[in-house]
C-alpha cells in the first residue's frame, strides 16, 4: 500500500473519530447524556478514543444508554463503520441498578452487561 493511501486511511479514521466526538459532545450540550461526574466537575465525562475502541461514560440512566444508542445509530448510518455488539460490553455497579432498567440495557445493545463492581 503506498504512503498516500495508508495516509488517507488515516486521515479518514481521524476524521470519523472527531464526527463521533462532536455529536457525542453535541448531546451533552442539548442535555441528552450526563457523562460521569466526578466531584467538583460542572460537566461530566462521557467519552474517550484510543486507537479504534471507544469507551462511553454515563449516569445510571435508561435515558442516557439511549441517547448513547441514537448517536452511535446515527454515526453508524453516516460512516458506514459498524460497532461490534458481540465484543462489546456494559458496565453497570448491579448495587445502583434495578432488574427492569438492566433488562432495558440488553434490549437496547444487545451485548453482555457485567458487574462493575469487581472489589467484591
Do not use: P
Not at 457525542?24 to 465525562?45: P, R
Amino acid at each position: 500500500m503506498s504512503t498516500t493511501r495508508r495516509s488517507l486511511i488515516i486521515l479518514a479514521f481521524i476524521f470519523c473519530a472527531n464526527t463521533l466526538s462532536c455529536l457525542i459532545n453535541e448531546a451533552q450540550k442539548e442535555g441528552k447524556i450526563t457523562g460521569f461526574l466526578f466531584k467538583g466537575m460542572k460537566q461530566g465525562l462521557t467519552h474517550s478514543l484510543f486507537a479504534d475502541d471507544l469507551m462511553i461514560y454515563g449516569s445510571i440512566s435508561e435515558w442516557d444508554y439511549i441517547a448513547f444508542h441514537q448517536i452511535l445509530q446515527t454515526y453508524c448510518s453516516a460512516s458506514g463503520q459498524l460497532v461490534t455488539w458481540k465484543k462489546s460490553a456494559i458496565f453497570l455497579n448491579y448495587d445502583q441498578i434495578d432488574l427492569h432498567t438492566m433488562y432495558i440495557f440488553k434490549i437496547i445493545f444487545n451485548c453482555k452487561v457485567c458487574d462493575s463492581n469487581l472489589a467484591s
